[in-house]
């Protein structure tokens, strides 16, 4: 399987007419590979045009490729694409990768970004159906802990919850 992006493909997304930036969406959904999750980000940071946004989501919420998991995480540790961050969480949710090595990133969303972002990491969290050893546990637990006290009051329950999920999350052998 070829994994380097279409370089037609690449150049039809920053295209000024959006029928073309649409039919290689389109293309990248026939035939998409991870190669192509940065360029999608940057096009949902950059477009102003609901349609194509409304197709990347899509994009993203349908890939089932495992290692579009870590790029995905990737640019939710980036803080260009912060403003991303809640519709990337929900793609995550949203496509059934397993994103339990990455407990610790969706932690800190949970804790560090607005109720609405931090819900959707929470959603992620409560999806994960991986191990996690025993010290990563403990560390995400202290880290919310920790957290509860400085963060706003609307998110002090999530958090809460967040514990209890966490707890109840497989060890690995």
Request: net charge negative.
């Amino acid at each position: 399987m070829n994994t380097n992006p279409d370089k037609k493909i690449i150049a039809d997304l920053v295209s000024q007419d959006p029928s073309v930036v649409l039919s290689a969406l389109e293309g990248i959904a026939e035939k998409g590979n991870c190669s192509y999750i940065s360029y999608l980000a940057e096009l949902l940071h950059s477009s102003s045009n609901e349609e194509i946004k409304t197709r990347i989501i899509g994009i993203l919420n349908d890939v089932k490729v495992k290692d579009a998991a870590n790029e995905l995480v990737a640019l939710l540790q980036n803080k260009h694409y912060q403003t991303e961050w809640k519709t990337l969480s929900m793609c995550c949710w949203g496509n059934g990768l397993d994103y339990t090595p990455h407990l610790p990133a969706f932690v800190n969303i949970a804790i560090s970004e607005p109720f609405e972002t931090a819900f959707e990491a929470f959603t992620v969290i409560e999806n994960m159906e991986g191990k996690i050893t025993q010290e990563q546990k403990d560390n995400v637990i202290n880290k919310i802990k920790s957290a509860i006290p400085t963060i706003s009051e609307d998110k002090v329950y999530l958090l809460q919850e967040l514990i209890k999920i966490i707890d109840n999350i497989a060890l690995a052998e």
